[in-house]
């Protein structure tokens, strides 16, 4: 453990140097000083008074924490529950377009619910927190900050006190108290599907960023309790989530605990030092332990040589994880520190148990005490005891506080500074007035795309501009920039025009994603699909200049698109003010700047597709790095013609078809003999289609597979589909497999094909009938058909368009998690040909 060094050292630093500020203040100021002082002991003999006043059951009813859809205010008043959290992409009744009021109304259910002190109850008002992450982001019609690596590139923390001030303000419009944010992560390894929620792979960034976020949302130390306009912030997550190896999420971390926090724990300096009062503990392990188990970094580290005087919230079923520990049974975890328990559907259980542990002195009583003091204090000094119901405070209801004009502004300037301009050949930028552009490419008018994960669903999916009120794409950003100023602005689809464009602007980059779904194998952007390089090379082609905007969660290596573009701006996921990128790109009527360029890197740009297996890249490697990039009139920071060609032949690479959801190009469809094609659009809720309902379910984590469950009646399918053929046949030469994880949740009552389709009327399937029959229900199991038996079967795999189709006309359940064309298979997990 740390005894004298880096943190410890750095926290007593603080403390003599705040001892020898104080002996010089005014004498008016010391007894300020005293007055707090004297607040900071009535909290505390407020909580022991009121610790005192509890059973053993209400003190554990304090330390749970479900997800709405999993608790109603009946059971808060009846298990005496102190937390509820809604988690990403969940909102009152399951409604995706909840009001305003919908929200004030489910959180008065639960207060009203909590304070009610018949039949035993504490009295104890209850907490809500949320995934505000980048701005109220389960909101409709919230304003949307760029996501923490675009904000990682404005490098201004004044700007991370106003967002965290505008989410603060809307979070407790809607009567939430508490927002499970910031992320301190540094990111270490950009394969890491979380790397957007980092600021950067500097831990100097995130320190200064952490503190500043935390006083927007929280007030100066003090305020909270105090201004309605305030809610309680995380530091989350504790800690090394961004160091993994290999950058998998939820991974191991392998480092010496001076490196350790020397790396991972300055932004929890910051946060602390800004008097963060909640910290959440990450999924991740330390050298092979997971944290939600692992005493020594959570009570001796965090609450001992650190101070944390706060809350310690696990995360989503995160005790789960810790070795000999369930999700619903961890006393491990709860004795390592862990205060409030994120337990979302199982916490009944959990609570029984917990109950069973204390009376045997497994869970001592002390650590009982300890977790509900801390919960108390929390509530105690965020006002909760005092503000009445959530409708009866100052800001809840205001509708017009929601993605309000003077909000918007903030999250627009935002975007302006978080632009990385790294090419701008023969200063095509800015776009003049007179000019007639074309703007293409499938992020143009998407909004949903250039806000990323987090966005309304948790992965930020199946989103339409209509789901965004208020919000501005980037083409109707550019449209009205340049119509303003004398030009005109085309929407193509692809790289057909009405009238030749003088500049083509194409939007393009990653589809959203969220935690876990956004892992990949290496920084090739899209695995080698090449879609977004051939629409930048025909236009090339026709002799139209090129900008190139790219959303982006993370820095990836695309030379070739970089070539085929003339002017290249990463715009990351800029969130619901997408006119901030026409305001930097666009000059005014004069042919003047009105916003240059002033973003520059936070993470280091690839040159090569390969990272090494700890996660960094060697300066050889390295395109750009931190702190580069260009403002107008700067020389060109990159050679006009970079190495195109890729170390991996991504052609031999594994393909991903679904995990977590369906990665690009493929979509999820079903289909009956009626109507063979429709999108699923994979939220929360059911999507039924004739005999066939899928739902979005948990697996390994939160919301990553689909139950598709069929009824007896129409032949129906269930299957990934991509507009254009995919070539699987270099795979075949690997003796590549079609993998599946799959849970039989109902055994086939008639037949079930597993197909493939190559272009109607090209296809080929296999009778998997007796397979599926033979699974034990309910027990996950990974299976492959080698690509060679779809070949014999007639399918051209050269040019694949549906690599997974699942048919049937009988009753029969099951859960996809993971499919994949990828020649990672044991021989006795293959099925054979038939």
């Given at each position: 453990?740390?005894?004298?060094?880096?943190?410890?050292?750095?926290?007593?630093?603080v403390?003599?140097v705040?001892?020898?500020?104080?002996?010089?203040?005014?004498?008016?100021?010391?007894?300020?000083?005293?007055?707090?002082a004297?607040?900071?002991?009535?909290?505390?003999?407020?909580?022991?008074?009121?610790?005192?006043?509890?059973?053993?059951?209400?003190?554990?009813?304090?330390?749970?924490?479900?997800?709405?859809?999993f608790?109603?205010?009946?059971?808060?008043?009846?298990?005496h529950?102190?937390s509820?959290?809604?988690?990403?992409?969940?909102f009152p009744?399951?409604?995706?377009?909840?009001?305003?009021?919908?929200?004030?109304d489910?959180?008065?259910?639960?207060?009203?619910?909590?304070?009610?002190?018949?039949?035993?109850?504490?009295?104890?008002?209850?907490?809500?927190?949320?995934?505000?992450?980048?701005?109220?982001?389960?909101v409709?019609g919230?304003?949307?900050?760029?996501h923490?690596?675009?904000?990682?590139?404005?490098n201004d923390?004044?700007?991370?006190?106003?967002?965290?001030e505008?989410?603060?303000?809307?979070?407790?419009?809607t009567?939430?108290?508490?927002?499970?944010?910031?992320t301190?992560?540094?990111?270490?390894?950009?394969?890491?599907?979380?790397?957007?929620?980092?600021?950067?792979?500097?831990?100097?960034?995130?320190?200064?960023?952490?503190?500043?976020i935390?006083?927007?949302?929280?007030?100066?130390?003090?305020?909270?309790?105090?201004?309605?306009?305030?809610?309680v912030?995380?530091a989350?997550?504790?800690?090394?989530d961004?160091?993994?190896?290999?950058?998998?999420?939820?991974?191991n971390?392998?480092?010496?605990?001076?490196?350790?926090?020397?790396?991972?724990?300055?932004?929890?300096?910051?946060?602390?030092?800004?008097?963060?009062?909640?910290?959440?503990?990450?999924?991740?392990?330390?050298?092979?332990?997971?944290l939600?188990g692992h005493r020594?970094?959570?009570?001796?580290?965090?609450?001992?040589?650190?101070?944390?005087?706060?809350?310690?919230?696990?995360?989503?079923?995160?005790?789960?994880q810790?070795?000999?520990c369930?999700?619903?049974n961890?006393?491990?975890?709860?004795?390592?520190?862990?205060?409030?328990?994120?337990?979302p559907?199982?916490?009944?259980?959990?609570?029984g148990n917990?109950?069973?542990?204390?009376e045997?002195?497994?869970?001592?009583?002390?650590?009982?005490?300890?977790?509900?003091?801390?919960?108390?204090?929390i509530?105690?000094?965020?006002?909760?005891?005092e503000?009445g119901?959530?409708?009866?405070?100052?800001?809840?209801?205001?509708?017009?506080?929601i993605?309000?004009?003077?909000?918007?502004?903030?999250?627009r300037?935002?975007?302006?500074?978080?632009?990385?301009?790294?090419?701008?050949?023969?200063?095509?930028?800015?776009?003049k007035?007179?000019?007639h552009i074309?703007?293409?490419?499938?992020?143009?008018?998407?909004?949903?795309?250039?806000?990323?994960?987090?966005?309304?669903t948790?992965q930020?999916?199946e989103?339409?501009?209509?789901?965004?009120?208020?919000?501005?794409?980037?083409?109707?950003?550019?449209?009205?920039a340049?119509?303003n100023?004398?030009?005109?602005?085309?929407?193509?689809?692809?790289?057909?025009?009405?009238?030749?464009?003088d500049?083509?602007?194409?939007?393009?980059?990653?589809?959203?994603?969220?935690?876990?779904?956004?892992?990949?194998?290496?920084?090739?952007?899209r695995d080698?699909?090449?879609a977004?390089?051939?629409?930048?090379?025909s236009?090339?082609?026709?002799?139209i200049?090129?900008?190139?905007v790219?959303?982006?969660?993370?820095?990836?290596?695309?030379?070739?698109?970089?070539?085929?573009?003339?002017?290249?701006?990463?715009?990351?996921?800029?969130?619901?003010?997408?006119?901030g990128?026409?305001?930097?790109m666009v000059?005014?009527?004069?042919?003047?700047v009105?916003?240059?360029?002033?973003?520059?890197?936070?993470?280091?740009?690839?040159?090569?597709?390969?990272?090494?297996?700890?996660?960094?890249?060697?300066?050889?490697d390295?395109l750009?790095?931190?702190?580069?990039?260009?403002?107008?009139?700067?020389a060109?920071?990159?050679?006009?013609?970079l190495?195109?060609?890729?170390?991996?032949?991504a052609?031999?690479?594994?393909?991903?078809?679904?995990?977590?959801?369906?990665?690009?190009?493929?979509?999820?469809?079903?289909?009956?003999?009626?109507?063979?094609?429709k999108?699923?659009?994979?939220?929360?809720?059911?999507?039924?289609f004739?005999?066939?309902?899928?739902?979005?379910?948990?697996g390994?984590?939160?919301?990553?597979?689909?139950?598709?469950?069929?009824?007896?009646?129409?032949?129906?399918?269930?299957?990934?589909?991509?507009?254009?053929?995919?070539?699987?046949?270099?795979?075949?030469?690997?003796?590549?497999?079609?993998?599946m994880?799959?849970?039989?949740?109902?055994?086939?009552?008639?037949?079930v094909?597993?197909?493939m389709?190559?272009?109607?009327?090209?296809?080929?399937?296999?009778?998997?009938?007796?397979?599926?029959?033979?699974?034990?229900e309910?027990?996950?199991?990974?299976?492959?058909?080698?690509?060679?038996?779809?070949?014999?079967?007639?399918v051209?795999?050269?040019?694949?368009?549906?690599?997974?189709?699942?048919?049937?006309?009988?009753?029969?359940?099951?859960?996809?998690?993971?499919?994949r064309?990828?020649?990672?298979?044991?021989?006795?997990?293959?099925?054979?040909?038939g």
């Amino acid at each position: 453990m740390v005894k004298d060094k880096n943190y410890a050292l750095a926290k007593g630093l603080v403390t003599i140097v705040a001892g020898l500020a104080f002996s010089m203040m005014p004498v008016k100021l010391v007894a300020q000083d005293l007055n707090a002082a004297d607040k900071a002991a009535a909290v505390e003999k407020r909580v022991e008074t009121l610790l005192a006043s509890m059973t053993v059951e209400q003190k554990v009813g304090q330390m749970i924490q479900p997800e709405i859809k999993f608790v109603s205010p009946s059971d808060v008043k009846k298990y005496h529950i102190g937390s509820i959290l809604n988690g990403g992409g969940s909102f009152p009744g399951e409604r995706k377009n909840s009001s305003i009021q919908d929200w004030v109304d489910l959180a008065d259910a639960y207060y009203n619910a909590s304070v009610d002190t018949s039949n035993g109850g504490t009295g104890i008002p209850v907490i809500w927190g949320t995934d505000a992450v980048h701005g109220h982001n389960n909101v409709i019609g919230a304003t949307l900050f760029p996501h923490n690596i675009g904000l990682g590139a404005a490098n201004d923390p004044q700007l991370l006190r106003q967002i965290g001030e505008v989410t603060a303000r809307e979070v407790a419009a809607t009567g939430i108290d508490w927002i499970f944010a910031p992320t301190v992560a540094v990111v270490k390894d950009n394969r890491w599907g979380r790397s957007y929620e980092g600021y950067s792979s500097d831990a100097a960034i995130v320190k200064a960023y952490a503190g500043e976020i935390v006083k927007g949302i929280q007030g100066e130390p003090g305020e909270l309790g105090s201004d309605p306009a305030k809610v309680v912030a995380t530091a989350k997550h504790w800690i090394g989530d961004g160091g993994t190896y290999r950058g998998v999420d939820q991974g191991n971390t392998i480092l010496d605990i001076d490196q350790l926090l020397e790396l991972h724990g300055q932004g929890y300096l910051s946060a602390l030092d800004a008097d963060v009062q909640s910290v959440m503990v990450s999924f991740n392990s330390w050298n092979g332990r997971k944290l939600h188990g692992h005493r020594e970094l959570i009570t001796d580290v965090l609450k001992g040589q650190l101070g944390f005087d706060g809350l310690v919230v696990s995360d989503w079923d995160g005790i789960g994880q810790v070795e000999g520990c369930t999700t619903e049974n961890c006393a491990q975890a709860i004795n390592a520190g862990i205060d409030l328990i994120m337990v979302p559907q199982g916490w009944k259980n959990l609570i029984g148990n917990m109950l069973e542990q204390v009376e045997s002195g497994i869970i001592p009583m002390a650590r009982i005490d300890d977790a509900v003091t801390r919960i108390l204090r929390i509530k105690i000094r965020a006002g909760l005891l005092e503000k009445g119901a959530p409708s009866t405070r100052e800001l809840a209801g205001q509708s017009e506080i929601i993605g309000s004009a003077e909000h918007r502004a903030v999250a627009r300037d935002a975007v302006r500074k978080s632009l990385v301009l790294l090419k701008n050949k023969n200063q095509l930028l800015p776009l003049k007035g007179e000019q007639h552009i074309l703007v293409t490419g499938d992020g143009a008018d998407n909004i949903g795309k250039q806000n990323g994960g987090w966005t309304i669903t948790w992965q930020g999916t199946e989103n339409k501009n209509s789901d965004f009120p208020g919000a501005t794409s980037i083409y109707a950003g550019l449209k009205q920039a340049v119509e303003n100023n004398g030009g005109s602005v085309e929407l193509s689809s692809d790289d057909s025009w009405v009238k030749k464009p003088d500049v083509a602007v194409v939007v393009f980059g990653e589809e959203p994603y969220a935690e876990g779904v956004g892992d990949i194998e290496s920084l090739m952007y899209r695995d080698g699909h090449q879609a977004d390089l051939e629409l930048l090379k025909s236009l090339k082609a026709k002799n139209i200049p090129v900008v190139a905007v790219f959303l982006t969660g993370r820095p990836l290596w695309m030379n070739a698109e970089l070539n085929s573009s003339d002017a290249f701006v990463v715009a990351w996921l800029p969130g619901s003010e997408g006119v901030g990128v026409a305001d930097v790109m666009v000059a005014d009527s004069a042919g003047k700047v009105r916003y240059d360029f002033t973003g520059r890197l936070s993470f280091d740009w690839p040159n090569s597709e390969l990272n090494r297996t700890d996660g960094a890249l060697p300066v050889s490697d390295l395109l750009l790095t931190r702190g580069q990039g260009l403002s107008y009139g700067d020389a060109e920071i990159i050679a006009d013609k970079l190495n195109e060609k890729p170390l991996i032949d991504a052609s031999k690479a594994a393909r991903v078809v679904f995990s977590g959801s369906a990665r690009p190009p493929f979509k999820t469809y079903v289909g009956d003999s009626s109507n063979w094609q429709k999108l699923v659009q994979g939220n929360k809720s059911s999507t039924a289609f004739g005999d066939l309902t899928v739902t979005t379910v948990d697996g390994a984590v939160q919301e990553d597979s689909r139950l598709v469950e069929w009824k007896s009646g129409r032949e129906s399918q269930f299957y990934f589909q991509s507009e254009a053929g995919v070539d699987l046949s270099k795979l075949r030469d690997e003796d590549a497999a079609l993998v599946m994880i799959i849970k039989v949740d109902k055994k086939p009552k008639g037949a079930v094909t597993l197909r493939m389709d190559c272009g109607w009327p090209c296809s080929g399937g296999l009778n998997i009938t007796r397979i599926l029959r033979a699974i034990p229900e309910n027990q996950p199991v990974r299976i492959g058909v080698k690509l060679s038996c779809f070949e014999k079967v007639g399918v051209n795999l050269k040019k694949v368009n549906s690599p997974f189709v699942l048919v049937s006309s009988k009753e029969f359940a099951l859960t996809i998690a993971d499919v994949r064309v990828t020649k990672d298979i044991s021989e006795k997990s293959l099925i054979g040909c038939g």
